[in-house]
């Protein structure tokens, strides 16, 4: 079955940089397009960014514009997420997630990884 | 990128209906019809429970429906189980990027 699993969380000082990971099985990775939605402490769900099936396009929130940096790597059915210049705001959990089977809903998401940027 | 308005809570006694909307900019929903519905358990991954307005991914409870009219959308829980209580968000798909709202806390009294 689908298996997204996250990792890379942790402890971060505001300026910092977090690079997140995500392994993926289950499905043929290099067939979909993949996205990072995170959710911050008590808040709701916010899109962070998304990756074509092929790495070729790329778009983000504007929140993480110029900071954050999505790429994937296929033959390791492997999903990244470079974080730069980490705000206190970007502490959230962060998930790996994408949409087979339902348009363009996100229908398939990992457990998600903790991000903690804190001084 | 503004994220879409929802009710921060609604709630409804076992077997009642209720309704949750979602408004946007017509940029965000008015113009296309792609708008989503998610149930999330805290702790648990995020489920679609609507996609594309009123389409319900299989294995999902047929007392879930959407609907939308102009640059609001709606998601209605028909005769409400007390396993429906959870946290839902709208999201929209629009110009390459997707915008979720608020978040609307449902207690099932």
């Known amino acids: 079955q689908v298996q997204l699993v996250e990792s890379g969380g942790a402890v971060a000082q505001p300026g910092r940089s977090l690079r997140l990971s995500c392994a993926a099985s289950?499905?043929?990775?290099?067939?979909?397009?993949m996205h990072w939605v995170r959710q911050a402490p008590g808040k709701g769900l916010e899109w962070v960014a998304v990756i074509s099936y092929d790495g070729s396009d790329k778009y983000y929130a504007d929140s993480v514009k110029g900071r954050f940096s999505i790429s994937r790597d296929s033959s390791k059915n492997t999903l990244y997420l470079q974080m730069n210049s980490l705000k206190t705001e970007d502490t959230a959990v962060y998930y790996c997630?994408?949409?087979?089977?339902?348009?363009?809903?996100?229908?398939?998401w990992g457990q998600g990884t903790l991000v903690t940027v804190s001084s | 990128q503004s994220a879409l308005t929802q009710p921060a809570s609604v709630s409804g006694s076992p077997g009642q209906s209720i309704t949750i909307s979602c408004t946007g900019t017509s940029s965000d929903i008015d113009d296309f019809n792609y708008v989503s519905w998610y149930q999330h358990h805290p702790g648990k991954a995020p489920k679609v429970m609507i996609y594309?307005?009123?389409d319900r991914p299989s294995g999902v409870s047929d007392r879930f429906s959407g609907s939308r009219s102009g640059n609001t959308a709606s998601l209605t829980i028909s005769g409400l189980q007390a396993e429906d209580e959870a946290d839902y968000y709208c999201?929209?798909?629009?110009?390459?990027?997707?915008?979720f709202g608020g978040g609307t806390k449902l207690t099932v009294l």
């Open positions: 594309d307005v009123i």
């Open positions: 997630a994408f949409g087979a089977a339902a348009g363009t809903a996100i229908d398939s």
């Open positions: 289950g499905f043929t990775f290099s067939s979909y397009a």
């Open positions: 999201s929209s798909y629009t110009s390459r990027s997707w915008v």
